[in-house]
């Protein structure tokens, strides 16, 4: 049954490596990490540590259906950039997000809460997260932006990877006054563009 959800993306922006962004629907709990040797390790929104869980939530399983199939699980390299779990998240019941683009987004299950984990070259790893509740009714994604090279001329490059809940057909992408439709595909959706701010609003449909 189609349905209907909107949420604000301007209050959840945290500073990746490379100046690209990464940004987080319904929630400001982000942590990021990176392998060039001068970036730094960092954690927003006030994320502590907490006890691992064991299994997924059944909320987490009822809304989304990716965390109903066997984990793969976080590469080692991958925990080794990582360092610690947050918000619960339990690196062994990872999913991999199935998209055919540069780097890894893995799906995380943690204590009320569900994060992606993505990975690039150009931006090290970064964890989005939002709870549990707000992932099910809006979604969770993954925004990265790559700023134009100095000179050249060019645009910067957006690039949105998210996660739907169960029954989206569809998000609806509003940044200042563009809109982008992007139809969800196997629960996830993907979006690349040429804007620089993160979305104002996402509607699943």
């Not at 691992?52 to 066997?70: I, K, N, P, S």
């Not at 931006?123 to 990265?144: E, F, I, N, W, Y």
């Not at 990877?161 to 992408?173: I, K, S, T």
């Not at 959706?189 to 609003?201: I, T």
């Given at each position: 049954?189609?349905?209907s959800a909107?949420?604000?993306w301007?209050q959840c ?11 987080c629907a ?10 060039a040797?001068t970036?730094?390790n ?9 006890p691992?869980v064991a299994?997924?939530?059944r ?7 990716m965390?109903?199939?066997r984990?793969e699980?976080?590469?080692a390299?991958?925990?080794r ?9 339990n690196?062994r019941l990872a999913?991999?997000i199935?998209?055919?683009?540069p780097?890894a ?7 009320r809460?569900l ?5 690039t ?7 989005t997260?939002?709870r549990?509740?707000?992932a ?11 700023p ?5 001329g060019?645009?910067?490059?957006r690039?949105?990877v ?8 569809a998000v609806?992408v509003?940044?200042?006054?563009a809109?982008a439709s992007?139809?969800?595909?196997d629960?996830?959706?993907?979006l ?6 993160p979305?104002?609003v996402?509607?699943?449909r």
């Amino acid at each position: 049954m189609p349905f209907s959800a909107r949420v604000s993306w301007r209050q959840c922006v945290s500073s990746l490596a490379l100046l690209s962004l990464i940004a987080c629907a319904g929630a400001c709990g982000t942590s990021t990490s990176s392998t060039a040797p001068t970036s730094s390790n960092a954690t927003a929104g006030g994320v502590r540590a907490q006890p691992v869980v064991a299994h997924a939530e059944r909320r987490q399983l009822d809304g989304f259906a990716m965390l109903r199939t066997r984990p793969e699980g976080l590469p080692a390299r991958t925990r080794r950039v990582l360092r610690a779990p947050i918000l619960g998240t339990n690196w062994r019941l990872a999913q991999r997000i199935p998209v055919a683009l540069p780097g890894a987004y893995w799906l995380l299950p943690g204590k009320r809460h569900l994060c992606i984990a993505a990975e690039t070259d150009e931006t090290g790893v970064g964890t989005t997260c939002a709870r549990t509740s707000q992932a099910v009714a809006h979604g969770l994604a993954s925004v990265t932006i790559a700023p134009a090279a100095p000179g050249t001329g060019s645009a910067p490059a957006r690039l949105i990877v998210g996660v739907a809940p169960d029954g989206a057909r569809a998000v609806r992408v509003h940044t200042g006054g563009a809109v982008a439709s992007v139809p969800v595909v196997d629960h996830v959706f993907v979006l690349r563009d040429r804007l620089s701010a993160p979305p104002d609003v996402l509607t699943l449909r």
